[in-house]
Protein backbone atom coordinates (compact mmCIF):
# COMPACT_ATOMS: atom_id res chain seq x y z
CA UNK A 1 0.00 0.00 0.00
CA UNK A 2 2.94 2.30 0.67
CA UNK A 3 4.33 1.60 -2.33
CA UNK A 4 1.46 2.81 -4.08
CA UNK A 5 1.35 6.15 -2.06
CA UNK A 6 4.99 6.83 -2.97
CA UNK A 7 4.52 6.16 -6.43
CA UNK A 8 1.17 8.53 -6.96
CA UNK A 9 3.16 11.10 -5.11
CA UNK A 10 6.04 10.54 -7.55
CA UNK A 11 3.83 11.49 -10.26
CA UNK A 12 1.87 14.22 -9.08
CA UNK A 13 5.10 16.05 -8.40
CA UNK A 14 6.61 14.81 -12.02
CA UNK A 15 3.29 16.37 -13.36
CA UNK A 16 3.72 19.19 -11.53
CA UNK A 17 7.33 20.18 -13.03
CA UNK A 18 5.97 19.24 -16.03
CA UNK A 19 2.96 21.22 -16.67
CA UNK A 20 4.29 24.25 -14.57
CA UNK A 21 7.92 24.56 -15.92
CA UNK A 22 9.59 28.12 -15.46
CA UNK A 23 12.98 29.38 -14.51
CA UNK A 24 14.51 30.24 -11.12
CA UNK A 25 14.55 34.17 -11.25
CA UNK A 26 15.73 34.14 -7.62
CA UNK A 27 19.13 35.99 -8.95
CA UNK A 28 16.68 39.12 -9.55
CA UNK A 29 16.46 39.63 -5.78
CA UNK A 30 19.74 40.81 -5.67
CA UNK A 31 19.39 43.93 -8.15
CA UNK A 32 19.53 47.00 -6.28
CA UNK A 33 16.54 49.84 -5.76
CA UNK A 34 16.07 52.80 -4.19
CA UNK A 35 13.24 53.52 -1.95
CA UNK A 36 12.36 57.71 -1.39
CA UNK A 37 13.68 59.26 2.08
CA UNK A 38 10.55 60.15 3.69
CA UNK A 39 8.12 58.91 6.21
CA UNK A 40 4.17 58.47 4.96
CA UNK A 41 2.19 61.51 5.70
CA UNK A 42 -0.58 62.28 8.24
CA UNK A 43 -2.71 61.41 5.61
CA UNK A 44 -2.16 58.39 4.96
CA UNK A 45 -3.68 57.26 8.61
CA UNK A 46 -6.93 58.19 6.52
CA UNK A 47 -6.52 55.71 3.76
CA UNK A 48 -5.52 53.47 6.44
CA UNK A 49 -9.32 54.05 7.71
CA UNK A 50 -10.67 54.13 4.25
CA UNK A 51 -8.90 50.17 4.07
CA UNK A 52 -10.94 48.93 7.04
CA UNK A 53 -14.47 50.20 5.80
CA UNK A 54 -13.50 48.05 2.92
CA UNK A 55 -12.99 44.99 4.93
CA UNK A 56 -16.06 45.86 7.04
CA UNK A 57 -18.43 45.94 3.65
CA UNK A 58 -17.45 42.34 3.19
CA UNK A 59 -17.66 41.02 6.98
CA UNK A 60 -19.95 37.88 7.40
CA UNK A 61 -20.92 37.88 4.05
CA UNK A 62 -19.18 34.48 1.37
CA UNK A 63 -19.26 34.02 -1.84
CA UNK A 64 -20.96 35.75 -4.12
CA UNK A 65 -22.51 38.27 -1.92
CA UNK A 66 -18.70 38.98 -0.58
CA UNK A 67 -17.87 40.02 -3.68
CA UNK A 68 -20.70 42.14 -4.58
CA UNK A 69 -20.04 43.82 -2.10
CA UNK A 70 -16.61 44.56 -2.53
CA UNK A 71 -17.30 45.05 -5.89
CA UNK A 72 -20.39 47.89 -4.65
CA UNK A 73 -18.00 49.79 -2.09
CA UNK A 74 -14.85 50.06 -4.67
CA UNK A 75 -17.36 51.74 -6.99
CA UNK A 76 -18.13 54.71 -4.31
CA UNK A 77 -14.34 55.44 -3.69
CA UNK A 78 -14.20 58.12 -5.92
CA UNK A 79 -18.33 59.54 -4.86
CA UNK A 80 -17.75 62.83 -3.40
CA UNK A 81 -14.55 63.97 -5.42
CA UNK A 82 -13.93 66.67 -6.90
CA UNK A 83 -13.53 65.16 -10.09
CA UNK A 84 -12.43 67.87 -13.26
CA UNK A 85 -12.96 65.84 -16.28
CA UNK A 86 -16.13 64.77 -18.48
CA UNK A 87 -17.21 61.30 -18.38
CA UNK A 88 -18.40 59.44 -21.80
CA UNK A 89 -19.63 56.18 -21.30
CA UNK A 90 -18.92 53.39 -24.67
CA UNK A 91 -20.27 49.96 -25.71
CA UNK A 92 -17.93 49.01 -28.01
CA UNK A 93 -15.73 48.64 -26.57
CA UNK A 94 -17.23 48.87 -23.66
CA UNK A 95 -15.60 51.70 -21.73
CA UNK A 96 -15.70 54.92 -20.00
CA UNK A 97 -14.09 57.97 -21.56
CA UNK A 98 -12.50 60.35 -19.21
CA UNK A 99 -11.70 63.87 -20.87
CA UNK A 100 -9.96 66.64 -18.96
CA UNK A 101 -10.83 70.20 -19.52
CA UNK A 102 -8.23 71.20 -22.89
CA UNK A 103 -7.22 67.90 -23.41
CA UNK A 104 -5.62 66.97 -27.02
CA UNK A 105 -8.49 63.79 -28.31
CA UNK A 106 -4.91 62.75 -30.51
CA UNK A 107 -3.65 61.82 -26.82
CA UNK A 108 -4.98 58.94 -25.58
CA UNK A 109 -4.20 56.35 -22.76
CA UNK A 110 -6.03 53.01 -22.28
CA UNK A 111 -6.41 52.83 -18.54
CA UNK A 112 -6.94 49.26 -17.14
CA UNK A 113 -8.40 48.97 -13.76
CA UNK A 114 -7.11 46.44 -10.85
CA UNK A 115 -9.20 44.73 -8.53
CA UNK A 116 -7.79 41.31 -8.71
CA UNK A 117 -9.92 40.21 -12.11
CA UNK A 118 -13.17 40.00 -10.01
CA UNK A 119 -13.94 43.29 -9.01
CA UNK A 120 -13.43 47.46 -10.42
CA UNK A 121 -14.72 49.21 -12.52
CA UNK A 122 -14.14 52.47 -14.68
CA UNK A 123 -15.90 54.10 -12.40
CA UNK A 124 -14.15 52.87 -9.11
CA UNK A 125 -11.13 54.18 -10.83
CA UNK A 126 -12.09 57.84 -11.61
CA UNK A 127 -9.55 59.46 -9.18
CA UNK A 128 -7.00 57.83 -11.28
CA UNK A 129 -8.24 58.77 -14.67
CA UNK A 130 -9.43 62.04 -13.98
CA UNK A 131 -5.80 62.68 -12.66
CA UNK A 132 -4.11 60.94 -15.29
CA UNK A 133 -6.28 62.91 -17.75
CA UNK A 134 -4.85 65.93 -16.27
CA UNK A 135 -1.18 64.73 -16.31
CA UNK A 136 -0.98 63.71 -19.97
CA UNK A 137 -3.23 65.88 -21.41
CA UNK A 138 -4.44 63.03 -22.88
CA UNK A 139 -8.11 61.21 -23.67
CA UNK A 140 -8.06 58.59 -21.35
CA UNK A 141 -10.35 55.21 -22.06
CA UNK A 142 -11.15 53.37 -18.90
CA UNK A 143 -12.04 49.76 -20.32
CA UNK A 144 -14.79 47.83 -18.70
CA UNK A 145 -12.94 44.46 -19.29
CA UNK A 146 -15.14 41.03 -18.64
CA UNK A 147 -14.41 40.14 -14.85
CA UNK A 148 -14.07 36.79 -13.22
CA UNK A 149 -15.85 34.49 -11.91
CA UNK A 150 -18.87 35.49 -14.54
CA UNK A 151 -16.05 35.66 -17.33
CA UNK A 152 -13.19 33.59 -18.12
CA UNK A 153 -9.59 35.19 -17.46
CA UNK A 154 -9.03 35.64 -21.04
CA UNK A 155 -12.27 36.98 -21.82
CA UNK A 156 -10.69 40.19 -19.95
CA UNK A 157 -7.42 40.01 -21.97
CA UNK A 158 -9.21 40.15 -25.19
CA UNK A 159 -11.13 42.76 -23.84
CA UNK A 160 -8.31 44.77 -23.49
CA UNK A 161 -6.46 43.50 -26.92
CA UNK A 162 -9.75 45.24 -28.22
CA UNK A 163 -10.12 48.17 -26.98
CA UNK A 164 -5.93 49.20 -27.70
CA UNK A 165 -6.32 48.37 -30.97
CA UNK A 166 -9.52 50.02 -31.51
CA UNK A 167 -8.32 52.92 -29.53
CA UNK A 168 -5.29 53.29 -32.17
CA UNK A 169 -7.72 54.62 -35.16
CA UNK A 170 -10.25 56.39 -32.59
CA UNK A 171 -10.38 58.60 -30.07
CA UNK A 172 -13.67 60.56 -27.64
CA UNK A 173 -15.05 62.15 -31.20
CA UNK A 174 -14.85 59.63 -34.07
CA UNK A 175 -12.58 57.59 -35.78
CA UNK A 176 -8.84 59.75 -36.21
CA UNK A 177 -5.72 58.52 -35.41
CA UNK A 178 -3.58 58.68 -31.94
CA UNK A 179 -0.78 60.97 -32.12
CA UNK A 180 0.23 59.91 -28.40
CA UNK A 181 -1.00 56.84 -27.13
CA UNK A 182 -0.36 55.05 -23.69
CA UNK A 183 -1.09 52.13 -21.53
CA UNK A 184 -1.53 52.30 -17.83
CA UNK A 185 -3.07 50.26 -15.48
CA UNK A 186 -3.23 48.71 -11.20
CA UNK A 187 -2.57 45.61 -9.89
CA UNK A 188 -4.48 43.11 -11.51
CA UNK A 189 -4.67 45.73 -14.46
CA UNK A 190 -0.84 46.31 -14.50
CA UNK A 191 -0.56 43.05 -15.22
CA UNK A 192 -2.77 43.39 -18.13
CA UNK A 193 -0.90 46.13 -19.13
CA UNK A 194 2.32 44.51 -18.95
CA UNK A 195 0.98 41.55 -20.65
CA UNK A 196 -0.82 43.82 -23.65
CA UNK A 197 2.94 45.00 -24.45
CA UNK A 198 4.25 41.82 -25.28
CA UNK A 199 1.38 41.08 -27.56
CA UNK A 200 1.26 44.55 -29.07
CA UNK A 201 5.05 43.53 -29.94
CA UNK A 202 4.96 39.90 -31.06
CA UNK A 203 0.86 41.11 -33.18
CA UNK A 204 3.04 43.63 -35.61
CA UNK A 205 0.79 46.57 -34.28
CA UNK A 206 1.61 49.71 -33.75
CA UNK A 207 3.39 49.94 -30.08
CA UNK A 208 2.66 52.41 -27.21
CA UNK A 209 4.73 54.96 -26.73
CA UNK A 210 4.64 54.13 -23.19
CA UNK A 211 2.81 52.52 -20.08
CA UNK A 212 2.67 53.05 -16.41
CA UNK A 213 2.07 50.16 -14.08
CA UNK A 214 1.05 51.13 -10.37
CA UNK A 215 1.84 47.98 -8.15
CA UNK A 216 1.78 45.36 -10.81
CA UNK A 217 1.11 41.86 -10.53
CA UNK A 218 3.80 40.16 -12.56
CA UNK A 219 4.11 36.58 -11.58
CA UNK A 220 1.10 34.30 -10.23
CA UNK A 221 3.32 31.57 -9.58
CA UNK A 222 3.67 33.45 -5.95
CA UNK A 223 7.47 32.67 -5.96
CA UNK A 224 8.76 36.52 -5.16
CA UNK A 225 9.79 36.66 -1.77
CA UNK A 226 7.89 39.71 -0.73
CA UNK A 227 4.31 37.69 -1.20
CA UNK A 228 5.45 36.47 1.94
CA UNK A 229 7.77 38.52 3.52
CA UNK A 230 5.43 41.65 3.53
CA UNK A 231 2.37 40.19 4.61
CA UNK A 232 2.59 41.87 8.10
CA UNK A 233 2.90 45.01 6.74
CA UNK A 234 0.51 45.25 4.00
CA UNK A 235 -3.04 46.66 4.92
CA UNK A 236 -4.78 46.05 2.13
CA UNK A 237 -3.74 42.86 0.30
CA UNK A 238 -1.80 41.13 3.43
CA UNK A 239 -6.08 40.49 5.07
CA UNK A 240 -6.96 39.30 1.84
CA UNK A 241 -4.44 37.09 0.38
CA UNK A 242 -1.76 36.51 3.21
CA UNK A 243 -3.14 33.10 4.15
CA UNK A 244 -2.18 31.57 0.77
CA UNK A 245 1.29 31.51 2.21
CA UNK A 246 -0.05 28.67 4.84
CA UNK A 247 -0.27 26.41 1.30
CA UNK A 248 2.09 24.79 -0.61
CA UNK A 249 2.94 27.09 -4.02
CA UNK A 250 2.12 23.60 -6.14
CA UNK A 251 -1.11 23.30 -4.92
CA UNK A 252 -1.82 27.19 -5.55
CA UNK A 253 -0.74 26.72 -8.99
CA UNK A 254 -3.34 24.15 -9.54
CA UNK A 255 -5.47 25.91 -8.10
CA UNK A 256 -5.40 28.80 -10.50
CA UNK A 257 -5.03 26.95 -13.58
CA UNK A 258 -8.67 25.33 -12.60
CA UNK A 259 -10.05 29.28 -11.80
CA UNK A 260 -8.12 31.42 -14.44
CA UNK A 261 -8.26 28.33 -17.09
CA UNK A 262 -4.69 29.28 -18.03
CA UNK A 263 -1.46 27.93 -16.25
CA UNK A 264 -0.12 30.62 -13.72
CA UNK A 265 3.33 29.89 -15.79
CA UNK A 266 1.59 31.34 -19.28
CA UNK A 267 3.00 34.94 -20.15
CA UNK A 268 -0.20 36.25 -20.28
CA UNK A 269 -0.93 35.91 -16.53
CA UNK A 270 2.65 36.74 -15.74
CA UNK A 271 4.29 39.02 -17.73
CA UNK A 272 7.38 38.47 -15.94
CA UNK A 273 7.67 35.06 -17.35
CA UNK A 274 7.95 35.91 -20.90
CA UNK A 275 10.66 37.92 -23.26
CA UNK A 276 10.96 41.09 -21.92
CA UNK A 277 12.91 42.50 -24.82
CA UNK A 278 11.74 45.79 -27.38
CA UNK A 279 9.06 46.87 -25.23
CA UNK A 280 8.47 51.13 -25.12
CA UNK A 281 9.30 52.72 -22.04
CA UNK A 282 7.78 51.63 -18.98
CA UNK A 283 7.43 53.16 -15.57
CA UNK A 284 6.54 51.06 -12.50
CA UNK A 285 5.43 53.20 -9.21
CA UNK A 286 5.44 50.44 -6.24
CA UNK A 287 5.67 50.41 -2.02
CA UNK A 288 8.47 48.98 0.13
CA UNK A 289 5.91 47.61 2.42
CA UNK A 290 3.58 45.82 -0.41
CA UNK A 291 3.33 41.89 -1.34
CA UNK A 292 3.55 42.69 -5.06
CA UNK A 293 7.40 44.69 -4.09
CA UNK A 294 9.34 42.16 -5.38
CA UNK A 295 6.85 41.34 -8.53
CA UNK A 296 8.08 45.19 -10.05
CA UNK A 297 11.13 44.84 -8.75
CA UNK A 298 12.05 41.46 -10.29
CA UNK A 299 10.12 42.92 -13.97
CA UNK A 300 11.97 45.65 -13.86
CA UNK A 301 15.47 43.93 -13.64
CA UNK A 302 15.00 41.24 -16.16
CA UNK A 303 13.51 44.07 -18.94
CA UNK A 304 16.33 45.87 -18.19
CA UNK A 305 19.03 42.87 -18.71
CA UNK A 306 16.96 42.31 -22.09
CA UNK A 307 17.45 46.21 -23.52
CA UNK A 308 13.79 47.18 -22.38
CA UNK A 309 13.81 50.82 -20.50
CA UNK A 310 11.77 50.21 -17.29
CA UNK A 311 12.11 52.72 -14.60
CA UNK A 312 10.93 51.15 -10.98
CA UNK A 313 9.91 54.10 -8.20
CA UNK A 314 9.60 52.89 -4.69
CA UNK A 315 7.81 55.09 -2.12
CA UNK A 316 7.71 54.35 1.82
CA UNK A 317 5.26 52.46 3.77
CA UNK A 318 3.04 53.33 0.86
CA UNK A 319 -0.32 51.05 0.67
CA UNK A 320 -0.77 48.99 -2.52
CA UNK A 321 -2.00 51.35 -5.04
CA UNK A 322 -2.12 54.60 -3.24
CA UNK A 323 -2.44 56.57 -6.03
CA UNK A 324 -6.31 55.98 -6.14
CA UNK A 325 -6.14 57.93 -2.84
CA UNK A 326 -5.44 61.10 -4.87
CA UNK A 327 -6.09 64.11 -4.05
CA UNK A 328 -6.51 63.47 -0.53
CA UNK A 329 -2.58 61.48 -0.03
CA UNK A 330 0.33 64.26 -0.66
CA UNK A 331 2.30 60.95 -2.01
CA UNK A 332 -0.26 60.22 -4.58
CA UNK A 333 0.30 63.16 -5.59
CA UNK A 334 3.92 62.90 -5.94
CA UNK A 335 3.41 59.92 -8.20
CA UNK A 336 1.40 61.50 -10.37
CA UNK A 337 4.24 64.49 -10.72
CA UNK A 338 6.14 61.96 -11.42
CA UNK A 339 3.97 60.18 -14.19
CA UNK A 340 4.54 63.94 -15.60
CA UNK A 341 8.01 64.06 -15.79
CA UNK A 342 8.12 60.45 -16.79
CA UNK A 343 5.79 61.83 -20.11
CA UNK A 344 7.49 64.79 -20.72
CA UNK A 345 10.91 62.35 -21.07
CA UNK A 346 8.60 60.25 -22.99
CA UNK A 347 7.52 63.54 -25.98
CA UNK A 348 11.03 64.61 -25.65
CA UNK A 349 12.71 61.18 -26.88
CA UNK A 350 10.10 60.65 -29.27
CA UNK A 351 10.81 64.50 -31.10
CA UNK A 352 14.81 63.93 -31.04
CA UNK A 353 13.49 60.21 -33.10
CA UNK A 354 11.17 62.28 -35.71
CA UNK A 355 14.12 65.06 -36.07
CA UNK A 356 16.78 62.31 -36.51
CA UNK A 357 14.52 60.48 -39.11
CA UNK A 358 14.13 63.84 -41.22
Request: proline share 6%; aromatic share 6%.
Amino acid sequence: MLWIIAVVILLVVALTLLVFRMEDLSHLDREEYSVREASPSAENQNVLERLKEMRRAGKGLRGKARLLALRKHMDSLSDGLDLQSEFRQSNSPKGEWVIAPGTDAQRRILYIHGGAWAAGSPRSHRSITDRLSRAANAAVFAVDYRLMPEHRFMDGVRDCRKAYTWLLENGPDGASEAAFIMVAGDSAGGSHTLGLLAWVRESGLRQADGAVAFSPSTDLTLSAPSNRSNISTDPMLGPMFGSLSKIPRPVIWWATLAAFRISPTSPVASPLLGSLANLPPVLIQASDSEMLLDNARRYAAKARAEGSQVELHTWPGMVHVWQIFTPMLPEAEEAFADIELFIRDLESRKRESEVAQT
